[in-house]
């Protein structure tokens, strides 16, 4: 059984644009979020507060927030490592954040320079902190099914996270395919033993797209009851830390998708295509969607 509905979470303008390496002018990074505003986006993952010396392109995380256009009813969450940064979120007036853990102990390490253990003590306090200043709290788990440093993740790791962020107050947690290696057999292995532990409504899945499995994992997903996807507009991104991983899935490839089943998710078309051409344009590079090729072509 597919849901009736479908929220997208959208990450392009942070996963999507983190990795580069070319500064992006905050110009180009608040115009985008504008449009995918416009396009009836209902979750837009901003920017990241965290250390510019880790992650330079998004050292403009505070501009970036202070000059966006806020829709009422639209969620612009921001990630946050540390205390640090959840002070920065909040002072920018940003009403969710997210923090990331992960199912391997070398990936945490190289991410965000701590132990999986030492993570989740951290993001106890951060979720705390950031609950009693009213802010809701998100929470990803890196390679749920695979590590660019340890190969196969095995799925009650990955679901022992997953639970230690919901009961430490994430309202959702995405499990994230970081490095695309996942295929649908292993994505239904790790939701599997997720699910003894997380509901399916308290779940989202995040796939990337390096090996072109994710369509297939995302639909493995909806079938097991999941019906919150995170996906990139253009099929911008990668991580910083995982070394040959491509993009996100590209939100059109996901809404073709949908639309084919005829489920429900609130995003138009047309103005996702503007916003994917806009900002394949300002990064200079053709757009990474085969969707929005082929529908551009028509
Ligand atoms: P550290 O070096 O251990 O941190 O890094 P520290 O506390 O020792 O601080 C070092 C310096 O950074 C200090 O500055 C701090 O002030 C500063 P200095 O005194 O040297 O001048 N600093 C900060 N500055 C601004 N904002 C902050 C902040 N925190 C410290 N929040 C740390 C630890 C976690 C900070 C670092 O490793 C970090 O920022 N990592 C982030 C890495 C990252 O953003 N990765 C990409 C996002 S995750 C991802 O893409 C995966 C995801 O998409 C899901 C998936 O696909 O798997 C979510
Ligand atoms: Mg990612």
Redesign the pocket.
């Known amino acids: 059984d597919l849901p009736a509905r479908v929220t997208i979470y959208e990450?392009g303008p942070?996963?999507g644009l983190?990795n580069e390496r070319k500064a992006i002018p905050t110009d180009v990074k608040v115009a985008f979020i504008d449009m995918l505003t416009d396009a009836g986006f209902k979750k837009i993952e901003a920017t990241?507060?965290?250390?510019?010396?880790?992650?330079p392109q998004?050292g403009d995380a505070a501009e970036v927030m202070a000059r966006i256009r806020r829709a009422p009813g639209v969620s612009y969450p921001v990630?946050?490592?540390?205390m640090?940064?959840l002070t920065?979120a909040l002072a920018s007036g940003c009403g969710e954040v997210?923090v990331?853990a992960?199912a391997s102990e070398t990936f945490s390490k190289r991410?965000?320079?701590?132990t999986v253990a030492e993570s989740l003590k951290r993001f106890e306090k951060v979720a705390t902190e950031a609950r009693a200043a009213g802010a809701r709290v998100r929470g990803?788990?890196?390679?749920?099914v695979g590590c660019p440093y340890e190969g196969r993740v095995e799925p009650q790791a990955a679901a022992d996270v997953a639970a230690a962020l919901q009961q430490m107050g994430c309202y959702e947690v995405?499990m994230?395919?970081?490095i695309g290696v996942g295929t649908p057999a292993s994505m239904e292995a790790m939701l599997k033993a997720t699910l003894r532990q997380v509901s399916a409504d308290k779940l989202a899945v995040?796939c990337?797209d390096t090996y072109g499995m994710a369509i297939a994992n995302i639909l493995t997903s909806l079938r097991m009851g999941v019906s919150v996807v995170d996906s990139s507009v253009a099929g911008l991104g990668g991580?910083?830390?995982?070394r040959g991983?491509t993009g996100?899935v590209a939100t059109e490839d996901v809404l073709y998708m949908l639309d084919g089943y005829g489920i429900v998710h609130g995003i138009d078309m047309d103005a996702v295509l503007r916003a994917s051409e806009f900002i394949s344009g300002a990064l200079g590079r053709p757009n990474g969607s085969r969707v929005a090729r082929a529908l551009l072509a028509r």
């Open positions: 990450v942070r996963d983190q990241s507060f965290v250390s510019p010396k880790w992650v998004l990630l946050v490592p540390n640090q940064g920065g997210a990331f992960a991410n965000i320079n701590c990803y788990v890196s390679c749920a995405s994230a395919d970081t995040h990337h991580c910083p830390y995982a991983a996100n």
